[in-house]
């Protein structure tokens, strides 16, 4: 929230200089409309919704789950990623604000790109117990296996009653089950998006880019070098370095890409979501 | 000599290997990239509405089961389902005004029918706890928020667009490069807002 204010007075700031120096007014002028305009950009940034940082498989912040229950959960949902490389994530919020569930969980989904780039196999349980709202948000490339239809049920008859007696951590674990046993049910569908995620980059792609810029290059400095043996005069090269190209073209997937995971954390592969899965209220 | 030929020859060539991949840096390729984007984001869009209209032909058999008498309420959906699907779409409606327009009435009148299928179906006790029918609805309600979404990611997409057609860099490359590329129509928000009521599961 600080940053378009910052702007703001920087513009000011700025604009005073060029005042009092007198020079340029016409450029002034245009530079404080930038300003002015980069810090309304920031302030309708600041405006959208606010998503908890993802410190793991299970992100509690509505303090509802014991540190050994969100072992245990991890554990879960870890191994579901080992087998088929789905990433589940449990959720629970303090607030919705104000948006309708539907809202907030394809976006938290996108925030965090669960799931696997390409793709896009995420599901998130998200739990607002405030709101008693409760969602399964699933992930483009999940959509066939766990329909909206599967997801509703699962929220209907499996976490709904529990969540109904008060009993939240009771309906966490069953619906983790189900959604578990949903995407893992079929074995040769778990098979093939098990195998390696397909990157929207080809890895070999800067290096062929490189090579394309070297050859030429390699042929000017050698021929360069030849002239200067045989002693002929040259014109003055410039050399000039080709800046890589591998992170500009992918560059929207998140956090995404090839050094993916760290060890022990979790963060997301940069999968996207759509707006599938099903929601109910307790 | 023609050693020097070459030389200079292969200079001017990797000068203008520079130049493109300059070009590139000072935005000579956002137009046709963040059209193909809100052409994307607009298949999605027609995608989802198509995925509606499949779904209604059951949805409107098992409300049947129970509630036959309901007659006008199906003929008022099936209606509108009618004019929706038959609507010829041009290859140019994102940049036609008129027919985009069209295009989304006819959806907009299919989501109120809709709306009133659904409300008729609460007063029918049976039918509200048949299985079916619940999956339906949750089916209904799942492509509802997906064309939500659509539509959003569309409205985003053609916004970044369309200020890429009209400021400054763009505006130049428009006029220069892509005289054909035109401003695309986006959604209006009160048709967002006639969306089928939502179903709460209590």
Sequence with gaps: MLGP?????????LAYCFFHNRFGFLFSKFLIAMIVWLG?????FAASLNFPTLTGRVVDQ?????????ARLSKILSDV?????DQIVVVTLNSLQGTPIEDYGYQLGRHWGIGQAGKDNGVLLIIAPNERQVRIEVGRGLEGALPDGLAGLIIQRRILPHFKKGNLIAGIFAGVEDIKASLLGQTEEVALRARKPKSKVDPLLPFIFFAFWLVPFIYLISSLARDRKIGGRMPGGVVIVPASHG???????????????????????????????????? | MSKLISLIRVFYLSILFLGVTGLSGCGINNIPTKEEQAKAAWSNVLNQYQRRAELIPNLIETVKGFAAQEEKVFKEVVEARAKATSLKLPKD????????????KVQSQLSSA???????????????????????????EGTENRIAIARRDYIESVRQ???ELKTIPGRWWKSLVYPDSEVMETFEVSAEKTKVPEVDFK
């Design chain 1, 247 to 282: 992170g500009a073209i992918d560059g929207w997937s998140g956090p995404g890409g090839f050094h993916r995971r760290s060890s022990g954390g979790f963060s997301g592969g940069g999968g996207s979501f759509g707006g599938g899965g099903a929601s109910g209220s307790w």
């Design chain 1, 81 to 85: 990623e080992g087998q088929s490389t």
């Design chain 1, 62 to 70: 509505a303090q509802i789950i014991s540190a050994e229950d969100e």
């Design chain 2, 161 to 163: 667009y369309n200020t």
């Design chain 2, 114 to 140: 809709l709306g009133r299928l659904i409300a008729v179906a609460e007063a029918y006790p049976d039918l509200k706890s048949s299985q079916n029918f619940l999956t339906l609805q949750t089916q209904l």
């Design chain 2, 93 to 104: 409606i994102t940049t036609n005004p008129e027919v985009f327009q069209q295009f989304q």
């Design chain 1, 40 to 44: 309304f950009m920031s302030l309708s």
């Design chain 1, 5 to 13: 204010f910052l702007l703001l007075l920087m513009g000011a700031l």
